[in-house]
């Protein structure tokens, strides 16, 4: 029985993920000097006022806000479907070249390079997934330059390449990315994920090619250079991971208003958190925390790990793989978690920092020894961002959270 448990749960926690460019500051020395126009459109406001007073429909103000937002905000905006691999990853779909070859991507807002498999690779971890072709790519345009992405979770290595990548309908033209001929070990667990996006601030693309996203904006493909997105938590549904909304944020997805909260510094989305509560017990206040996608868990600092497992009643030898097992049955009686940012409090239920592998239930907080040079920083992975909505805004360096709807 205890080895069936054990079994199990090395199936699950291989699936942890910690994608995090670890280079930040390094890329950073060496930026080049890129500038890109990030305008909102002429008499557009924040997208939770539109036109909201401009219709003939009667009724309440909340049916037509719904309405409105469902129509204006949904349909006119392109969305891409994630999809969820076992909570712990979520992706989309992207097409590459004249020909549109389909590639699964990771989205992970911890870096900002575009990575793919190449079809070059030879390795066996490469040739189990989809890859790039650029031979049968008419828009194909030869680029060569070495690249090598370091995250924390391993090193992935290649040439740059530049051709047209297609989502949801939107053609950007001209996008350098990685075609990849070493992949890190961690991907060999994720079957069925051919590459990386990248949705930091350029300051931490490697060899400074132009994100993806700067290129959606700068080819006017979409008009605010914001996205927000939604996960959904359902590991039993992975086709139905959430939405990634390019270009603005849907009030028909979130309880009440947006809280903004500022970025530190262009490079992560990192911000500042003002208080850490379980229960009643304030445990820790003021730290700084990257909101990392491509991270399932949540990272604290090494000081900061044996007080939550002391609170949590976790004891040491609970540790399995880096991460803390907690008896399922006693769940139910743990506390809230509040966190404070931005002046308001968002509530972490058991339920959201407790997660279920299959009958094993771990905690979301754990140590991630991998982060050299950010040993203060927390990250704040899919288990944290799961009960919210998020929206990143690159216009005004901020990030806006409100809980899910
Ligand atoms: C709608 O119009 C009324 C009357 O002109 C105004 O008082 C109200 O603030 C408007 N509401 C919005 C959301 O613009
Ligand atoms: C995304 O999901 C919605 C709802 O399931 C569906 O209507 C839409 O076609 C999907 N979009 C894409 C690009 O697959
Ligand atoms: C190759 O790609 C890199 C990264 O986008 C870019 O900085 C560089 O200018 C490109 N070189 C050539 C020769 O196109
Ligand atoms: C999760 O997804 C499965 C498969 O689609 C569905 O049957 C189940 O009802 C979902 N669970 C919840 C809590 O939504
Ligand atoms: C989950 O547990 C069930 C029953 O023990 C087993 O059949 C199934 O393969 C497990 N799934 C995963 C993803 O571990
Ligand atoms: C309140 C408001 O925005 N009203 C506008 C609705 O749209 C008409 C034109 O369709 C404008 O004239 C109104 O000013």
């Keep these: 029985m205890q080895m069936q448990s054990l079994k199990k749960l090395g199936l699950a926690l291989t699936l942890l993920l910690l994608l995090l460019a670890i280079s930040a500051v390094e890329s950073k020395r060496w930026r080049k000097y890129h500038k890109i126009n990030m305008r909102r459109r002429k008499g557009h406001n924040a997208l939770g006022t539109l036109k909201l007073n401009n219709t003939s429909v009667q009724g309440n103000v909340n049916n037509l806000m719904i309405s409105e937002s469902k129509e204006t905000v949904s349909a006119a905006l392109p969305t891409a479907n994630l999809s969820n691999f076992y909570n712990n990853v979520y992706t989309v779909a992207l097409d590459f070249g004249s020909n549109g070859q389909p590639l699964t991507v990771l989205v992970d807002t911890g870096s900002a390079n575009l990575a793919v498999t190449s079809s070059q690779c030879k390795q066996q971890i490469c040739l189990q997934r989809n890859s790039y072709n650029s031979g049968k790519s008419k828009t194909y345009k030869q680029n060569g330059t070495a690249i090598q992405i370091d995250y924390v979770d391993g090193t992935l290595k290649g040439f740059v390449s530049r051709d047209t990548v297609e989502l949801d309908g939107l053609k950007v033209k001209n996008q350098d990315f990685a075609e990849v001929t070493s992949l890190p070990n961690a991907f060999s667990r994720l079957n069925g994920i051919d590459g990386i996006w990248g949705l930091g601030f350029i300051d931490i693309a490697i060899d400074g090619a132009v994100p993806l996203f700067y290129n959606l904006i700068s080819q006017k493909l979409i008009d605010i250079p914001i996205f927000s997105v939604y996960l959904n938590r359902n590991a039993s549904d992975p086709n139905n991971g959430g939405q990634l909304l390019l270009g603005g944020s849907d009030p028909i997805l979130y309880k009440g208003c947006l809280t903004y909260v500022p970025i530190l510094?262009?490079?992560?989305?990192?911000?500042?958190?003002?208080?850490?509560?379980?229960?009643?017990?304030?445990?820790?206040?003021?730290?700084?925390?990257?909101?990392?996608?491509g991270t399932s868990l949540i990272c604290v600092p090494s000081n900061a790990i044996g007080i939550i497992n002391q609170k949590l009643q976790i004891k040491e030898f609970a540790a399995k793989d880096g991460v803390y097992i907690v008896p399922c049955n006693k769940v139910s009686s743990l506390s809230d978690i509040t966190v404070?940012?931005?002046?308001?409090?968002?509530?972490?239920?058991?339920?959201?920092?407790?997660?279920?592998?299959?009958?094993?239930?771990?905690?979301?907080?754990?140590?991630?020894?991998?982060?050299?040079?950010?040993?203060?920083l927390w990250v704040f992975g899919d288990a944290f961002i799961a009960p919210f909505y998020l929206e990143f805004d690159f216009e005004y360096k901020r990030i806006g959270i409100a809980p899910k709807l």
Excluded: E, M
């Design 340 to 376: 404070n940012i931005g002046r308001k409090d968002f509530t972490l239920k058991p339920s959201d920092y407790i997660l279920n592998y299959n009958g094993t239930c771990v905690s979301a907080f754990t140590n991630c020894n991998g982060l050299q040079g950010l040993s203060n």
């Design 265 to 293: 510094n262009t490079g992560y989305w990192q911000i500042p958190v003002a208080r850490f509560t379980l229960g009643t017990t304030i445990l820790f206040s003021k730290f700084d925390a990257i909101v990392d996608i």
